[in-house]
Each structure stands twice: as structure tokens, then as C-alpha cells.
């Protein structure tokens, strides 16, 4: 299927509000950062997350950690991916168990990303608690999965799809919606 841009939704610095923003509600929401760890979903959520975890560090002066979560294999659509998938490192250097968890991901869409991340998750431990923080949510869930930290709210027709845009994989930081032609 092709598509064509039809409107930028973010640029780098509605980007950078929005995470900051997000930061500020992560830390007011748990009442500081004790036992606070954020794990990004690869690919671009591993990144945002990175972020976000530097933009707490900003406004409390402590250093969150910080894991990069790979849920290729806990997929449900595995086989219709790829037959050979590419199956990246997951990197979370601490234990999870007990730990405030906020997963971070770029577009919240059917849900069905999320509940494999949780799934993966739980396989490294059991945490206080697992929070869902996103840059865009496009509505159309096919889960009941809801973020609990939301930069943008995109209500999208089905014809369209969400393009975030960073710049340590793609050159550049920006939302676009894209429109099937």
C-alpha cells in the first residue's frame, strides 16, 4: 500500500513539550522517582524513552534506569511479519521486580504491541506496578490497553497511519500522518 503525507502533526520542539511534559507528569504521578524504572519498546520507544529519562533527571536530579525491551518473539502477528524475523537484544540491567515501571512507546494503535511488551515484561520479574506512557495515541483499539501518559491525542481514520520521526533513526524529529493513496 502507498502513502502520502497529508499533515505534520509534531516538529521537533511540540516533540521535545510533550516528552517534557510527560517527564513532569511521570514524576507527580508517582511522587518522585523512588523505585521509578521506564523500559522502551524498540525501536523508536526505546529512544523516547531515553528522553524522557533525561528529562526527569533534569527536574529531580536522579539518574532513572533506563531498559530497552525487544518483543519480536511475543508478537502475535509473528508469522505474517516476516518468516525470518529479526529478533533484537532486549537490555534491562536491573531487576524489575518491585519497580514502578513506565513502558514507553511512540504510537499507541490497536493495543496489541502493548500487550506483547507486557507479556515480555513480566518475563524478567513482577513489578509494583507497569504504567504506559506514548507520544500518540491514534485511537482504534482492538484491546482494552489505555496510556496512562499520552503526548498527543491523533484521532485517525483507518485510511491513515501515524509516522513518528526521530532523529537517531531517521535524521529528523517529527509526527506525520500519513493517508493511504
Do not use: C, W
Not at 527536574?59 to 534506569?65: A, F, G, L
Not at 518475563?123 to 485511537?139: H, K, Q, S, T
Amino acid at each position: 500500500m502507498q502513502f502520502r503525507e497529508k499533515a505534520r502533526i509534531m516538529d521537533k520542539e511540540a516533540m521535545e513539550r510533550a516528552l517534557m511534559r510527560i517527564a513532569h507528569e511521570i514524576v507527580e504521578k508517582n511522587k518522585g522517582t523512588g523505585e521509578l524504572a521506564i523500559v522502551g519498546i524498540r525501536n523508536r520507544g526505546a529512544y523516547l524513552a531515553e528522553r524522557v529519562a533525561a528529562y526527569i533527571e533534569k527536574i529531580e536530579m536522579v539518574k532513572v534506569p533506563v531498559g530497552i525491551l525487544d518483543i519480536t518473539l511475543y508478537r502475535d502477528d509473528l508469522t505474517k511479519v516476516s518468516e525470518q524475523p529479526v529478533v533484537h537484544k532486549t537490555e534491562i540491567d536491573f531487576d524489575i521486580t518491585g519497580k514502578k515501571i513506565i513502558l514507553v512507546d511512540d504510537v499507541l494503535y490497536t493495543g496489541r504491541t502493548v500487550r506483547s511488551a507486557l507479556d515480555a515484561l513480566i518475563d524478567f520479574g513482577r513489578p509494583r506496578y507497569i504504567r504506559l506512557a506514548v507520544l500518540i495515541d491514534r485511537g482504534h483499539r482492538e484491546l482494552p490497553i489505555r496510556a496512562d501518559f499520552i503526548g498527543k491525542n491523533v484521532p485517525t481514520s483507518l485510511r491513515e497511519t501515524v509516522q513518528v520521526r526521530i532523529k537517531e533513526v531517521d535524521g529528523k524529529d517529527e509526527v506525520l500522518i500519513l493517508e493511504a493513496t
